[in-house]
């Protein structure tokens, strides 16, 4: 009877152990125990076994939790180097993009700024390289040219086929002073000259210049607008131009600023009548030299006679120019 009932304590033992058996069949085990030692020994075991595995359990779960807590950091971690990865793309997306905005705004300032000065150039380009054109200046009173007389108030330059004729005025305190005609040959780009001045007190003189030039006549002999200059100018500088729509004597133009790169205080204007793509004016506000020109383009209407010496009073001349002239130039 006892033996059957040792072998329904065992089996019954881990439940007891787990507690989930009814408090008679509790009673019934432990009153049991007390009477059979092998029964008890069985608990005993069971019971230290119940204890290491809910070491087991404890230490089970602390070490989910370290793993838990280590994949929540490791997560955020990853959060943090997306976070910092996407904000640094987004950067540099941007970088480039406003790189790119600048330069293609650049670029298309520098194409617009270029057009218009190498339409503007290639008209004066080709206007004096034709075999008939009138270049007229008005200059403003502060024009000083220490070399003549004065200020230098009007320019006409006549150009017929190989013969160029050149008058000058110049005023000193609102008086003229001095009206210089300049007639000259130019062959293959080299061109030589005799000038006859008339003076206020009713003196005539002459010069003799010769192999000035081998390059363009105007600009050569600075008589040229800022347009060559400005066809010159380096890409930052063409960018850094200011072009602005105005109207000037009635005429729609483009005004083309450039400032000074050493002192933003000086700048020079130039105004580039949109019809015909013609420089009308110039301005310079540098301090010690300021001026204000005025100029006027007249092609094929010049005559033979403009550009001959036709004062009778100098035809004992013309010999002596034509032949001092020819000489120059098969130099």
């Not at 020994?41 to 069971?46: H, V």
């Not at 705004?105 to 270029?114: A, L, S, V």
């Not at 310079?284 to 036709?310: A, F, L």
Request: proline share 1%; net charge negative; with cysteine.
């Amino acid at each position: 009877m006892i033996k059957n009932e040792c072998e329904i304590v065992k089996d019954m033992l881990p439940s007891y152990v787990e507690n989930t058996l009814s408090s008679a069949t509790n009673e019934f085990i432990e009153t049991h125990i007390k009477e059979c030692k092998n029964c008890k020994k069985i608990l005993d075991e069971l019971k230290k076994e119940e204890i290491v595995e809910k070491n087991q359990d404890k230490k089970s779960k602390k070490n989910k939790i370290k793993d838990i807590d280590y994949l929540k950091k490791y997560n955020r971690r990853v959060k943090l180097l997306t976070s910092i990865v996407y904000i640094l793309i987004i950067f540099i997306i941007l970088v480039l993009a406003f790189y790119w905005y600048i330069r293609i705004k650049n670029y298309n300032k520098y194409n617009y700024n270029y057009n218009i000065i190498l339409t503007a150039y290639e008209k004066y380009d080709e206007i004096i390289h034709s075999n008939n054109f009138l270049y007229e200046a008005d200059y403003g009173d502060v024009r000083y040219r220490p070399y003549y007389y004065g200020y230098e108030k009007h320019m006409a330059f006549y150009y017929k086929d190989g013969k160029f004729k050149r008058i000058r005025t110049d005023i000193n305190d609102g008086n003229p002073e001095r009206e210089s005609d300049e007639y000259g040959k130019i062959k293959n780009g080299i061109y030589s000259s005799i000038t006859l001045n008339y003076y206020k007190d009713g003196k005539i003189s002459r010069g003799l210049m010769g192999n000035l030039s081998t390059g363009k006549l105007l600009s050569d002999n600075n008589y040229s607008t800022y347009i060559d200059y400005f066809y010159n100018l380096g890409i930052d500088e063409l960018i850094n131009l200011e072009i602005t729509d105005e109207i000037y004597n009635g005429k729609e133009c483009y005004l083309i600023k450039k400032y000074d790169n050493n002192n933003k205080s000086q700048w020079i204007e130039m105004w580039i009548e949109k019809d015909t793509m013609l420089v009308i004016r110039e301005k310079n506000n540098e301090k010690d030299n300021n001026w204000d020109y005025n100029y006027k383009w007249t092609v094929g209407n010049v005559t033979d006679e403009d550009v001959t010496i036709t004062d009778t009073t100098r035809q004992d001349w013309l010999p002596f120019y034509n032949e001092t002239l020819d000489m120059l130039l098969e130099k």
